[in-house]
C-alpha cells in the first residue's frame, strides 16, 4: 500500500471493498516494522542531506538519490500527503472500535462509501454512505458510523435507523482536518458489522 | 428557440442586484420530498438546516476565539414516531444537510428536530402525500 508510485491507485483500489485499510486484522500489525523501518530511512537521508552544504558535491547528492531508491522511496514520496503515515489505523482509532464495538469483528464490504478522494475544501466533503444488503423487517442497519481518523472528533456521526427508515443512502457532507481515512461502519439490527474505508487527500484544513 | 443572452436592446436599464443585507437567520430550516410519493415506496427525504456549527477551533477577526457551537442531536419523526436518530459533532459542514431514506408507509407529517449544543431546538415538518 504504501509503495511509491502506485499508492495512490492501490488505496483507492482498496477503498471499493477490499481489506480495511491498516485494518482491524493482525495483518496490519506486521507492516509496522516494515514500514517504521522505511521511515526511519527516509528521515535518516533527510538528516544527512540538511547535514551537508546546500550546494553540495554532485556526487553526494547522486548516491543520497540511489539511496533513496534502494529502500523503495522515489523522491517524491517526501511530499506531504502521498507517504505512509496515514495508512496506519492510528491507535486513537483503534480504541475508538474497540469502545464502541469491544470485540466484535468489523469486516470489510457491503458498504459504499461514496467520498471524492480529493477534498480541496475541507469545509465540505460530501459523503454518501449506503449498504447493498437486502433490508427485510428483520434485517437491516441499526447505525451507519462515520469516521474519520485524523479529525478532532473521530466518529463525527452516527445515524440510528430503524425498519421503518428502508433501504437507501444517508447524504451528508462532512469537515476534515488532513489528509486521512474515511471510515463507514454498518451496524445491522442482527449485530453484524459491514464497513468501508477511503483515502482522501484534503487541501484546506476545514477543521481549524 | 433564439436566445436572448445576446440580444438585448437598446435602453434596457442596468441589472442591479439586490445583496443579501444579513446571512440567513440561524435555524431556518427546509425539508424536500420528492415529488411524487407512492404507497410503500421508501423515498428520499433531505434536510437543511442553516446553523454555524463552529468547532471552537477557529477565532474571529478580532483574534478571539469562536465557541463551539453546533447541532449534536437530530430525530426524525414520521407521524409522530420516531423512526430515525442522528448524533452529530462538529464535524458535520456549517449548514448541515442530511438525506436519509424513509419509507412512504402511510399519510402522514416527517418531523425533523435538530438540537444544538447550546439549547437551541430548530423544527420543521412536512406532511407526506400520495400522488
Given amino acids: 500500500m504504501s509503495s511509491d508510485r502506485t499508492s495512490r491507485n492501490a488505496d483507492r483500489g482498496a477503498s471499493r471493498g477490499g481489506e480495511i485499510p491498516g485494518g482491524t486484522s493482525e495483518s496490519g500489525a506486521t507492516n509496522v516494522g516494515r514500514r517504521g523501518f522505511l521511515r526511519a530511512g527516509v528521515l535518516a537521508a533527510a538528516g544527512l542531506a540538511f547535514s ?48 464502541k464495538f469491544g470485540d ?13 478522494t480529493d477534498a480541496p475544501d475541507g469545509r465540505a466533503v460530501p459523503a454518501i454512505i449506503d449498504i447493498d444488503l437486502p433490508v427485510t423487517a428483520g434485517s437491516y442497519v441499526a447505525a451507519y458510523y462515520l469516521m474519520v481518523d485524523h479529525n478532532p472528533d473521530i466518529c463525527l456521526a452516527t445515524y440510528h435507523l430503524t425498519a421503518a427508515s428502508g433501504e437507501g443512502p444517508i447524504e451528508t457532507r462532512i469537515k476534515m482536518r488532513r489528509t486521512s481515512y474515511v471510515r463507514a461502519i454498518a451496524e445491522m439490527n442482527t449485530g453484524e458489522l459491514w464497513s468501508a474505508a477511503t483515502k482522501v487527500f484534503v487541501g484546506l484544513n476545514g477543521c481549524g | 428557440m433564439p436566445s436572448t443572452h445576446h440580444h438585448i436592446p437598446a435602453g434596457t436599464p442596468a441589472l442591479t442586484f439586490a445583496m443579501p ?43 478571539n476565539p469562536i465557541p463551539p457551537y453546533f447541532v449534536n442531536a437530530v430525530t426524525v419523526s414520521y407521524g409522530g414516531q420516531e423512526v430515525a436518530r442522528f448524533e452529530w459533532t462538529s464535524g458535520i459542514s456549517r449548514d448541515p444537510f442530511v438525506r436519509f431514506p424513509l419509507r412512504a408507509s402511510r399519510e402522514a407529517p416527517v418531523q425533523v428536530t435538530w438540537k444544538d449544543n447550546n439549547g437551541g ?8 402525500k400520495f400522488a
Fill in chain 1, 52 to 99: 551537508r552544504p546546500l550546494l553540495g558535491e554532485p556526487a553526494n547528492g547522486a548516491a543520497l538519490l540511489a539511496g533513496a531508491g534502494t529502500t523503495g522511496h522515489a523522491p517524491r514520496d517526501a511530499m506531504p500527503g502521498t507517504s505512509g503515515p496515514d495508512d496506519e489505523m492510528i491507535d486513537a482509532v483503534r480504541q475508538l472500535l474497540k469502545a
Fill in chain 2, 21 to 63: 443585507v444579513s446571512p440567513p437567520a440561524v435555524g431556518e430550516a427546509k425539508i424536500l420530498l420528492p415529488l411524487s410519493v407512492a404507497r410503500d415506496a421508501v423515498i428520499d427525504v433531505r434536510a437543511l438546516l442553516v446553523h454555524p456549527m463552529d468547532t471552537g477551533f477557529f477565532r474571529d477577526a478580532a483574534g
Fill in chain 2, 121 to 128: 431546538v430548530y423544527q420543521q415538518s412536512v406532511d407526506v
Fill in chain 1, 104 to 116: 466484535r469483528h468489523i469486516q470489510a464490504g457491503h458498504v459504499q462509501l461514496d467520498i471524492p
